[in-house]
């Protein structure tokens, strides 16, 4: 069996930058609290956890105190959250990702734009910090769908009506997306489309595809909560019927392979490039 790691997954920059921030602030003091898990990432929330970084939610800032230290992870957040640490007097390392900042700003002028007239969509997962974040910019005055069956849902209710700005979560599927604006603007006459899926995402969509066709198996590692690792594990299972989801090395199986096989590793935007090449030095062993 041959096996091949995909030289483009690992962290997306949003999360190195993050990361990198964390590591350094470690070097010299712990603890470290991050608002929310730093990464969808099990391994690498463990490694992390073991420097000194302590996840916190919205309700545990009021434990923390003057002399505490909290970082803002790559997703953002929503400008009640900044007010919220200022008044705490929290010190912050704000690691928001620039592409999502931009997004933000984005929101707010479309929103301004629109008033009281129209409608502003969020292509996005209900409830992911990022969606959350962009929602807080205008004071949850959007819509998110997941899906163009939700989409048709809002439609039908009279929740969506023109004029219409609609953005996508970073890491959402180029192909979904793209999908949603075509129906929408179908059926909407004034629509504005925003194309904030992250660039470094969509590259992936696309060397994902070319990466799991020419692998006889491939192995897709990421984190369960993780929504990109979700994505794109199901894209290279779309054109690669024997892709295997892992979160690490514990979980493959020696019957999913044969001796022949030229098997790909492969992961998510939060998946840390050292579990790709531990997951790639187990799959060696079984042979």
């Not at 302590?54 to 309700?59: A, D, Q, V």
């Not at 491939?218 to 892992?246: A, D, H, I, K, M």
Request: charged share 25%; hydrophobic share 35%; proline share 3%.
């Amino acid at each position: 069996m041959k096996v091949e790691i995909d030289s483009h997954s690992g962290f997306c920059g949003g999360v190195i930058r993050a990361i990198d921030k964390a590591e350094k602030f470690l070097a010299e003091k712990s603890p470290l609290y991050s608002l929310g898990e730093m990464v969808h990432n099990e391994a690498e929330l463990k490694r992390l956890a073991s420097m000194g970084l302590i996840p916190t939610n919205h309700e545990g800032l009021e434990k923390l105190t003057s002399q505490d230290t909290l970082l803002i992870r790559a997703h953002g957040e929503a400008p009640s959250t900044y007010e919220k640490l200022e008044s705490l007097g929290i010190n912050i390392i704000d690691c928001t990702c620039p592409v999502v900042l931009k997004i933000q700003e984005s929101i707010r002028e479309s929103h301004k734009r629109l008033g009281a007239k129209g409608t502003i969509v969020i292509f996005g997962k209900i409830g992911h910090a990022e969606v959350l974040g962009l929602m807080g910019q205008v004071g949850d005055d959007a819509v998110v769908v997941e899906s163009l069956e939700q989409l048709k849902e809002k439609l039908a209710q009279g929740k969506v009506v023109g004029p219409v700005e609609i953005f996508s979560q970073t890491t959402m599927s180029p192909a979904g997306y793209e999908q949603i604006c075509r129906y929408l603007s179908e059926h909407i006459s004034n629509v504005t489309v925003h194309d904030t899926i992250c660039r470094q995402v969509a590259y992936r969509h696309r060397e994902l595809v070319d990466f799991a066709k020419k692998h006889d198996a491939v192995v897709f590692v990421s984190g369960r909560q993780s929504s990109n690792g979700q994505v794109l594990c199901e894209l290279c299972r779309s054109v690669n019927p024997r892709t295997y989801r892992v979160v690490d090395e514990s979980e493959l199986q020696a019957s999913w392979f044969s001796a022949s096989d030229i098997v790909g590793v492969c992961g998510a935007t939060s998946t840390p490039k050292w579990l790709l090449e531990k997951v790639a030095e187990k799959l060696k062993e079984l042979q």
